[in-house]
């Protein structure tokens, strides 16, 4: 078995390593057994992961004789919800997993960000680790801390800031991942060369097929890659008072359109962010920031992978432009009322922009509706 590449998240005292590569799930027993001797682990999973990938860390926990529980809840975006933190809350409880017990998050972002909430608050916060199956999670939600569930109100507006203690991303996990879920995590892959790296997109653009196709030597180091990316903003600011935000490219759009589409299967995240990074571009490119042949190389590269790029490729109406921008307002990245935009010069040429005319946002959107 290969080694594994590992990406230490040097945090102080909340310092963890991420793990990416093959059959990690089959190690994942001995690995918890020598950093948690004694412990037990709470399994939390969605149905989707527990019938794909919950087998392989369920016999390698049963081979290193580590005694756990699962709690299995729904599939898909509606799952952060507070009903179902309340489930998985309970679900450890009654399963008597104490303060020093460890909950494990196998799943993609839904599930992290669901069970990171729940260990971050259950017997005043245990702590978790992070086994991502999704190539989302794998690439971004999984490392830096970010746990909470949606409200009616918007997107992630319940949460914490929770590090897990480890990262295991199997590479291996991506094969049951649907095509689909895949080319949308692919979205936030080449969302990191667009924020700074002009050097990845081009790596991308040249290695987008055989990605595509399942090589796996390509898979490990675009993810290792993304999680170096990612660890650099996080440490810069983990609590997302500054420079963090750039990660957010395409998203203020994007959660905007996941509102208008009910967070619903008709536009996953991924998908959503895809279409807000073009508008984002083409946004920059309007106000005279960006050249626009860029916004043509990233919306054919984005096309290629299979992913939406524009409002009229989301199937069934949306809803008003005035709705659109009182999702955008809501965003968490307002700040007293300015438009918060992660806003750029060009691919990797990125920066925050806190001063954003909500008139203009508004004629672009009427723009590009058609
Ligand atoms: N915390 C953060 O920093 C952060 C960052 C980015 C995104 N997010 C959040 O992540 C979520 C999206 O994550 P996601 O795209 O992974 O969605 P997801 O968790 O809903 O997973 C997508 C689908 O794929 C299935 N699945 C996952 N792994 C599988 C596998 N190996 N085999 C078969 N099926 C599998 C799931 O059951 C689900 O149906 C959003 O809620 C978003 O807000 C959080």
């Not at 087998?55 to 952060?80: F, I, Q, W």
């Not at 083409?282 to 106000?287: C, N, Q, R």
Request: with cysteine.
């Amino acid at each position: 078995m290969a080694e594994p590449t590992r990406v230490h998240v040097p945090l102080g005292e909340r310092a963890y390593d991420i793990l990416i590569g093959d059959d990690l799930l089959e190690s994942a027993g001995d690995k918890l057994q020598a950093m948690f001797p004694g412990r037990r682990f709470g399994i939390v999973t969605d149905d989707e992961v527990a019938s794909a990938q919950l087998p392989r860390l369920t016999r390698s926990l049963d081979a290193a004789g580590l005694k756990y529980s699962t709690v299995s809840v729904p599939h898909g975006e509606s799952t952060k919800s507070i009903t179902r933190l309340n489930e998985v809350v309970e679900g450890l409880l009654e399963a008597r997993l104490e303060r020093g017990d460890i909950v494990l998050a196998l799943g993609g972002g839904v599930i992290g960000d669901l069970a990171g909430f729940a260990a971050s608050i259950t017997r005043r916060g245990m702590d978790f680790v992070q086994i991502p199956t999704s190539l989302l999670a794998q690439v971004d939600s999984s490392v830096g801390g970010k746990t909470g569930i949606n409200s009616p109100h918007g997107k992630n507006l319940i949460g914490a800031f929770h590090q897990p203690k480890l990262v295991l991303a199997d590479i291996g996990a991506l094969d049951t991942l649907s095509t689909r879920q895949f080319a949308a995590g692919y979205a936030e892959v080449v969302k990191y060369g667009l924020i700074d790296d002009e050097d990845f997109f081009f790596w991308l653009e040249q290695h987008q097929l055989a990605i595509f196709t399942g090589v796996r030597r390509l898979r490990s180091e675009m993810i290792a890659r993304c999680c170096e990316a990612k660890t650099r903003f996080v440490l810069a600011d983990e609590k997302e008072t500054g420079v963090r935000a750039l990660l957010n490219l395409g998203h203020t759009f994007g959660h905007a359109l996941e509102s208008a589409t009910g967070y619903s299967d008709r536009l996953l995240h991924g998908e959503g962010v895809a279409i807000g990074m073009v508008l984002a571009h083409g946004f920059s490119a309007k106000l005279g920031l960006a050249p626009s042949q860029d916004t043509g190389r990233i919306e054919a590269h984005l096309k290629r992978a299979g992913l939406p790029t524009r409002l009229a490729d989301i199937p069934g109406e949306l809803p008003g432009t005035g709705f659109l921008m009182d999702a955008i307002a809501q965003d968490k990245k307002v700040v007293r009322g300015a438009l918060t935009f992660i806003l750029t010069r060009g691919i990797g040429q990125s920066f925050i922009e806190k001063n954003v005319d909500p008139a203009a946002v508004r004629d672009y959107l009427d723009e590009m509706r058609g």
